[in-house]
């Protein structure tokens, strides 16, 4: 038997929300979600968990150089941060009509 990992069909957070990381080497830092990556349960948030990178010269006429690459977090170590209230908060759901709406846990607003 295999070991596979559980795979969420959707994830909660979504592109150009503001999130805070709240565990890992960059916890306390804010940044808006660029990618959403469900099949691997992974945001890329801008300016959070950056590596550098070595990039070797093809040819002579480009050089060899270092860069800083943004790589992505495990959802559970980010939270979503509500627009109206400012606060790290959870996300819920509720109906209006047929469609399915996100809330904030704390002040009920729509996210």
Do not use: W
């Amino acid at each position: 038997m295999k070991n596979s990992k559980l795979r969420i069909k959707s994830l909660k957070f979504r592109k150009g929300d503001t999130v805070k990381v709240v565990s890992g080497k960059d916890k306390g830092k804010e940044g808006k979600i660029e990618t959403v990556f469900t099949k691997e349960n992974k945001v890329l948030v801008g300016g959070v968990n950056l590596y550098k990178r070595h990039l070797k010269a093809r040819s002579q006429a480009q050089p060899s150089e270092i860069i800083t690459i943004s790589k992505p977090l495990p959802v559970s170590n980010v939270a979503l941060i509500c627009p109206k209230c400012k606060l790290i908060t959870r996300i819920g759901f509720n109906l209006e009509g047929k469609n399915k709406v996100r809330i904030c846990k704390k002040c009920k607003a729509q996210l």
